[in-house]
Nanobody, 132 residues
């Protein structure tokens, strides 16, 4: 069974940090780009980061401008896990955060490529709440 499982969400104060994890199983993890997206109440889901397929020697990371300099995505191939380090958190970062396995990192993550029309796999999300 293909699974993506997010963990690491919780409640933090503004200015604090959290590290989210996305663990994949049941598919060839190294063949997919892994994206992180979020959805806040009443808002559309938006991309926050993406890392290209981890099987290569030089994986590329992408971020939209509103998180650049605060969020860092990384991968651990041996553990089939991608991490999202979130620093200097703001109340507007409050959302459910999802990871997804995609063919490539698209425009919604800050790359110049068109969006993958449909992610291959999605996790169920982890809630991040940032208090003011």
């Amino acid at each position: 069974e293909v699974q993506l499982v997010e963990s690491g969400g919780g409640l933090v104060q503004a200015g604090g940090s959290l590290r989210l994890s996305c663990a994949g199983s049941g598919f060839t993890f190294d063949d997919y780009a892994i994206g992180w997206s979020r959805q806040a109440p009443g808002k559309e889901r938006e991309g926050v980061s993406c890392i290209s397929a981890s099987g290569g020697n030089h994986p590329t990371t992408y971020y939209p401008d509103f998180v650049k300099g605060r969020f860092i995505v990384s991968s651990d191939n041996a553990k089939n896990t991608v991490y999202l380090q979130m620093n200097s958190l703001k109340p507007e970062d409050t959302a459910v955060y999802y990871c997804s396995a995609e063919r490539w990192c698209g425009r919604r993550y800050g790359s110049k490529l068109p969006d993958d029309p449909g992610a291959e796999y999605w996790g169920k999300g982890t809630l991040v709440t940032v208090s003011s």
